[in-house]
C-alpha cells in the first residue's frame, strides 16, 4: 500500500501513535483548566508543548492559539479582522487558488457585510505576481483591510513568495494572513522571518491527531473571539482544550524537525519520478513543473484522460491518490484552482495529485512510476472518455 | 486514586481506550472527503457514528452536526439565530446558571450588536422557575429571538424544567437552545421529546476523545456557517472532520446507554453520602439538595471553611474534585452560580464539587465519606480562615 494522498491527511506519525498508545495507558485525563494537581499537570503539558511547536515554526510560544485546525483558524483570523475593520476599508485582496476554507470565509463577508473581493495575478506556474498585489494596493491604499494568501497551494504544491507578499504588505500597513497548513511541518518556515501577520496549520495534515490546530498570530490583540468561553487560550478561544491533540502537535512538529532533512530525498526521489513519467510519455504535463514547490507534492496530467480513471487505476495497485483537493474531489471536473490558472479542460480533467512526506523517497516513487506506466498505457489504449 | 471531577471533564472510557488502541493498529487514516476507497470508508465510519449517536440521543442522524465541542456549538448557535434575527427582535432570555461559554457569547451580542439580556428567576434550589419565562415572553413577546437556558446545572447538578420551558417557547414561537453539556451521556435524554430546538454535546464530558463534539439542530436550515468550508456536514461546518473523535462519540454514547441502569445506583449511593455526611456534620449544607439533580452530582459545603483548604486535604487522599466549575475553578470567591441563588459568601467559598459517572457507585462515595469527615473535622478544627 501507497498511501500518497498527504496533502489530503496525512496519517497519524509513527511517533504520533507511539505516543498515545502510552497516552491512553496512562490516567492522567482531565480538564486542564480543574485547579487540582491533574489538571495543573495537564496544563504544564499543553504550555510545554506550546513552547516546543514555537521553536520549530519560529514565533513566541505566546503568539500561537490552540483550537480545532486550519479551517477554524481560516474563520476566526478573517472574521477577526474584518469585523473591525474600519467602513472605509472594505476591500479585501486574494489569490485565485485559496483553499474554499478562505474563499468561502470571503465570500461570506462579500455577500453579507458589502466586502470587495479584488484578485492578484498569477504567472503560468500558478504562482503569485508579487508585482500584481504592489499595484493592487496601490491603486486601493487606504481601502484594504486585508491580504490573504496562501503559502503553498495544495492542489499543485507551488510555493508561494510570502516573504515578498509580507514585505508589501508591511509598506502598505495591511495585515497578511497567510494559509501555511500545505507548508507547516512540510516545509521550511520561521513565521517571525516571514513577516506574516496571521499563519495557521491543522493538525492532521501534518500527522498530529484529527480535530487539533493552531493559529499563530504576530499581535495576538488582533485576535477576538471567534468561540466564546472563559480564560483559554488568553481569551481568544473558549472550550476546554483538546490537550491530547496539542500534544500530538508538539510530537509530529519535533518528528518534522529531527527528520526534515528526508525533504531533500523526497524531493530528489520527486524530481526523478516526473522526469521518468515525461520520458515515458510524450503528452505528460507536470502542472506548476516550473515553480518551486512543496518536496513531496505533483499534479500530474495526461490530456485526454479522465483523472478519476487513472485514480482508480491506481487504487487497483494499492495506491491512493485524489484528482484535487479533497475537499472537492467529488467534483468530476477541472478544479478552480487550475481553471484560473487557464489550464485547458482536457489537461484539466485528466490530473491526479500524488502528495508524500517527509519519510518517502525513492521506494515509493519507483512503485508509483511502474503504477502510473501501466495507468497511462492501459487508459490511453481505451480511450477512457 | 478516586477522580471525582466528571462535570469538569470525564477521562476517556475503557471502551473509548480499547477503541483508540486497536485504531491505532489499523491503518485507516485519511481525509474521508477524498474519493479513494480509504476516504469513503472513513465517510462510512462518521455516518454509522452519527446513527448510533442519534439513536442514543433520540434525533435524526441529519439533525447532528459534528465539531471540536460544546463551546464551539453554543457560539455556532447563539451566532446563527442573533446574527439572523430580525432588528426588532433583540431581546434574548437566558438563565443566571448558564456556563461562561453561554454567557460570553450573550454578552458579545450584547455589547456589540445591542441585544438586551433578560433573565428568568430561579427557586431557593437553583431551578428556573417556568413561570417566570412565560411572564418574560407575554411582556416582550415580539422582540424574543432565542431563549437559551441549560439543561443540568455544571455545578450544582440541579435539572432544569427544559420539557416545560421548551413548550413555553413553542407557544410563543421563539427559539429555545439548552445547553445540554452535562446532560447528553450523563442523564436521561430524548431531543424530539424534550421540544427544543438545538442542542449541544462535548466529547471530553462523556469520556469521549477531547476535541470533539456536536450540535443537534430540530431544523437544520436555523444552523447559518460559523467555521466556513465546502460540504462537511452539510456545509454547516467546515473543516476536515475530527473522524477519530466522532467514532469515539458513537463508542462512548453506546457506552453509556448499555450502562445507563447504573445511573440509578450512582443516585442511590450519592444520596446515602449526602445523608452521612450532614448526619456526621450539623454544618454541612448539600446546595441544591431538594431539585432533581444529575445522579452523581454534589456540591456540598461546610461554612466557614475554605473550599480550597477542602479541595487539598482531599487530595492528599488521591481524591480530585474541584471547588466550581473548572473553568473558573481558580477564582476563590463564590461562584457566579451561587450568587445567583443568593447563597452566602460563609457558605459559597466553602463548596467542593463531587462529580461521578454512571460507572461508579457505593465504593467510591465510602472512600469519599471518609476522607471528607477527615478533612472537616481536621479544617473545622483549625478554622482555616
Known amino acids: 500500500v501507497i498511501y500518497a494522498d498527504y496533502n489530503g491527511s496525512a496519517p497519524p506519525l509513527p511517533a504520533v501513535r507511539e505516543y498515545l498508545r502510552k497516552r491512553l495507558d496512562s490516567d492522567l485525563f482531565a480538564n486542564p483548566n480543574a485547579i487540582h494537581s491533574m489538571g ?32 477554524e483558524g481560516i474563520s476566526h483570523i478573517i472574521s477577526s479582522v474584518l469585523n473591525k475593520s474600519a467602513s472605509s476599508k472594505k476591500i479585501v485582496i486574494t489569490s485565485p487558488i ?9 465570500n461570506h463577508f462579500k455577500m453579507n457585510h458589502n466586502f470587495t473581493i479584488k484578485y492578484v495575478e498569477l504567472d503560468l506556474n500558478g ?14 491604499s487606504t481601502s484594504v483591510s486585508l491580504v490573504a494568501i496562501m503559502a503553498a497551494n495544495n492542489e499543485t504544491g507551488a510555493l508561494q513568495p510570502y516573504v515578498e507578499i509580507a514585505s ?46 493552531f493559529i499563530i498570530a504576530k499581535e495576538p490583540t488582533k485576535l477576538h473571539s471567534h468561540i466564546f468561553g472563559s480564560t483559554q487560550e488568553h481569551g481568544k478561544r473558549g472550550g476546554t482544550q483538546h490537550y491530547l ?39 505528460v504535463i507536470i502542472i506548476a513543473e516550473k515553480a518551486p514547490r512543496l518536496a ?13 480513471a487513472v485514480q482508480i487505476e491506481l487504487e487497483s495497485h494499492d495506491i491512493f491518490v485524489t484528482t484535487s483537493a479533497a475537499c472537492s474531489d467529488n467534483q468530476p471536473e477541472t478544479s478552480e484552482v487550475l481553471k484560473s490558472m487557464e489550464i485547458h479542460e482536457d489537461l484539466g480533467r485528466s490530473v491526479i495529485r500524488i502528495s508524500l512526506s517527509y519519510s518517502h523517497g525513492k521506494a515509493e516513487y519507483s512503485l508509483l512510476v511502474q503504477a502510473l506506466k501501466d495507468a497511462y498505457n492501459k487508459l490511453s489504449k481505451i480511450h477512457s472518455y
Open 296 to 308: 513531496g507534492t505533483t499534479l500530474i496530467g495526461y490530456p485526454g484522460l479522465h483523472g478519476q
Open 168 to 213: 508589501i504588505c508591511t509598506k502598505f500597513g495591511v495585515d497578511y494572513f497567510s494559509d501555511t497548513t500545505q507548508l507547516i511541518g512540510k516545509g521550511e518556515f520561521d513565521f517571525l522571518k516571514s513577516g506574516m501577520d496571521f499563519a495557521v496549520c491543522s493538525g492532521h495534515k501534518i500527522g498530529a491527531l484529527t480535530g487539533s490546530g
Open 245 to 283: 491533540g496539542i500534544e500530538t502537535l508538539a510530537v509530529a512538529l519535533s518528528d518534522f524537525n529531527d527528520k526534515k532533512t528526508g525533504l531533500k530525498t523526497l524531493q530528489e526521489a520527486r524530481l526523478d519520478f516526473e522526469s521518468q513519467m515525461k520520458s515515458a510519455f510524450s503528452e
Open 40 to 71: 495543573q499537570r495537564l496544563t504544564k503539558g499543553i504550555e510545554k508543548s506550546r513552547s516546543i511547536i514555537a521553536e520549530v515554526v519560529g514565533c513566541y510560544p505566546d503568539q500561537i492559539f490552540f483550537n480545532s485546525g486550519a479551517s
Open 98 to 106: 485559496e483553499h474554499i476554507a478562505v474563499s468561502a470565509a470571503l
Open 127 to 140: 504562482v503569485v505576481r508579487p508585482q500584481s498585489l504592489e499595484k493592487l494596493l496601490r491603486e486601493n
